[in-house]
């Protein structure tokens, strides 16, 4: 089977930003559109609420820096749309990306117990949708036209804008290898940046260039070009351990990148490399094909296109968008479940969940009237306790029409899907029957929710003994728009299968194969992409759209602080080099003391 399709407009758009850029319609300045929640002063909670036409934030750090987060997100959504988006503007309406903005490192912390040392930001993704958490580094700064070259490089922005290049590629492409160019696509777009009307791209960013800059120096490298196109990290060593290990990966992955989109010539090369790794050949092999560069020779290649100098390109997207964010203080109660609520969102493991479980009960405790804390108490109960209570507190808030929202409606769908799970008879088919009626409605609320869409999807297969097309047609149209998010995108495979498609099925489970880090869902995965190749029957393959589509546990994809892997970098080389002189001198004091007390005759060393 052919994958080649996986990427079809990517490459061939990237010309986009040489010549062929165009005159882009003047955008007025960002402005913030308040909305303020009724109360005192000081009921209202530090956290707030802002959203942009691609984008939910919420955050509890200054408004004004919320407002040019979402100005410079969004631009960089537009220009990635130019680059990599293959459906085009006829695309359908997506999600909302929601982000978490942390005034403070330590909320970071206490989202995920496994969070690396060094990180700054993770995204994460799972049957509840995907979200992204970052935090406010330093204050961003508004460029003019004529700063874009030599501005200071932003933490803030390096790190939000690197995370979200690779957030898009998983959303907007089936690309999932090889890892060097998603992590160089990431690398190139960290750098970006944007006036009004104008934008800089190209630029190294700030711990890759002091990186670069070592290796120059003559300093040992751990990765060559080999090891960075095949993703052999594992067994590496470098200054500064696997820290090092994954900065030297990122450094040159990035000038891979920077090559690969240097020219014309290059970026078609580039797109036939992708469509024969989307085929199946290995990295290295497809590289030499594409680009016609023998391995042994890319070392220096590269480091004659460094020589010559690494052109930044100045452009003028078409119609750079203007944003408006509009802003929504929260009340000191709701503020109080932001956290968990985002936490409860991630697809936390067990033990996290049940945590999780008992901090919002107490939570709730405190605030028993406030409306999200009575949905996110709703939503623990559901995923970690017992739905019972969840759906008779939802029930209250719908009748009295305090709670018809989204939310509501689609967690009252989840009660029922679960209490269905343990029914039987009469009792079951009510509750199934109640879990569309609330589905039903949660989509008419939100249609690009990927969530409601995969329990709609659910709760049909529970009614009925064959899906229809309509109900098929809902989780495909729904992974379309939310392609990160694994269990949707196993679904939409499955669904491709029932319809007959089996091509379209595979080419859905072979991205997904290239991702999953997991290894029950890489067993599941393999598994039937073999059923699926030897031939399977309708009736497994709606067994298995009824169970689990896709075990295991949330993908999750952290950002890491580069300057601090820097300085291990340098102190790790410090350190060595110290220790070398070190030795080296008490090598040359005893051959000096040896000299001048020679062993007598016949004598022993003393």
């Known amino acids: 089977m052919s994958h080649s399709r996986r990427v079809p407009a990517l490459a061939a758009a990237l010309c986009l930003l040489s010549a062929a850029c165009v005159q882009a319609q003047s955008a007025a300045p960002s402005n913030l559109e308040r909305v303020q929640v009724s109360g005192r002063k000081a009921e209202v909670s530090k956290w707030f609420r802002a959203e942009s036409p691609h984008f939910v934030v919420f955050s509890d750090t200054r408004e004004e820096d919320v407002g040019l987060l979402l100005d410079n997100l969004e631009k960089l959504d537009h220009l990635l749309r130019i680059y990599a988006r293959p459906d085009g503007p006829s695309a359908p309406a997506e999600p909302k990306l929601t982000l978490y903005y942390h005034a403070s490192l330590a909320d970071l912390r206490r989202l995920d117990d496994d969070m690396p040392a060094d990180a700054v930001g993770l995204y994460a993704s799972c049957a509840s949708g995907a979200q992204g958490f970052g935090v406010h580094l330093e204050r961003i700064a508004s460029l003019e036209d004529g700063q874009l070259e030599k501005a200071t490089p932003n933490a803030t922005l390096a790190y939000a804008f690197e995370a979200y290049a690779r957030h898009f590629l998983y959303r907007h492409t089936d690309i999932r290898t090889p890892a060097w160019f998603i992590d160089g696509f990431a690398q190139y777009f960290s750098s970006v940046r944007f006036s009004e009307r104008q934008m800089v791209v190209g630029r190294a960013p700030q711990a890759v260039a002091r990186y670069l800059r070592f290796l120059d120096e003559g300093r040992r490298y751990g990765l060559d070009y080999e090891d960075v196109l095949q993703g052999h990290l594992a067994g590496a060593h470098s200054y500064g351990g696997t820290v090092g290990v994954r900065l030297e990966f990122e450094a040159k992955a990035w000038l891979l990148t920077h090559y690969a989109l240097s020219s014309e010539d290059n970026r078609r090369r580039l797109n036939r490399y992708l469509a ?76 996290a969940g049940q945590a999780l479980l008992r901090q919002v009960t107490e939570l709730a405790a405190r605030f028993p009237d406030d409306a999200q804390g009575r949905l996110t108490l709703s939503r623990a109960q559901i995923d970690w306790g017992d739905p019972q209570p969840a759906l008779a507190r939802l029930e209250t808030d719908l009748e009295d029409g305090s709670g018809g929202t989204f939310e509501a409606r689609y967690l009252a769908g989840m009660a029922n899907l679960k209490l269905a799970a343990r029914s039987q008879g009469e009792a079951r088919l009510g509750f199934v029957q109640a879990a569309q009626r609330h589905l039903r409605l949660a989509r008419a609320l939100n249609p690009r929710s990927p969530e409601a869409a995969l329990a709609s999807l659910k709760a049909e297969l529970a009614a009925v003994e064959m899906p229809d097309a309509a109900a098929l047609k809902t989780v495909i149209s729904a992974w379309r728009t939310a392609r990160e998010v694994d269990a949707l995108a196993a679904s939409a495979a499955l669904a491709y299968a029932y319809a007959g498609q089996a091509d379209e099925a595979d080419r859905v489970l072979a991205a997904l194969t290239q991702k999953v880090r997991d290894e029950d869902a890489a067993r599941w995965l393999s598994q039937w992409r073999k059923r699926l190749e030897a031939g399977v029957t309708r009736g497994e393959i709606l067994a298995a759209m009824r ?25 790790a080389h410090g350190l060595e080099a110290a220790d070398a002189f070190i030795k080296d001198q008490q090598r040359q004091q005893g051959g000096a003391a040896q000299r001048s007390d020679p062993l007598p005759a016949g004598g022993e060393k003393r």
């Not at 016609?292 to 119609?319: F, N, S, T």
């Not at 993908?555 to 601090?564: A, I």
């Open 547 to 571: 169970s689990d589509p896709l075990p295991g546990a949330a993908f999750k994809e952290w950002t890491v602080d580069k300057e601090s892997a820097m300085q291990k970098v340098e102190l």
């Open 276 to 351: 024969l790794t989307g085929e199946g050949a290995s990295p290295r092999d497809a590289f030499e094909r594409a680009f016609d560069i023998k391995l042994a020779e890319l070392d220096r290649v590269l480091w004659r296109y460094r020589r010559l100098g690494l052109e930044m390109q100045r452009g003028i997207p078409e119609a750079l968008p203007a944003v408006q964010p509009r802003l929504q203080t929260l009340s000191r109660p709701a503020g109080e479940f932001v956290l968990a609520d985002a936490a409860l969102k991630a697809c936390p493991g067990p033990a």
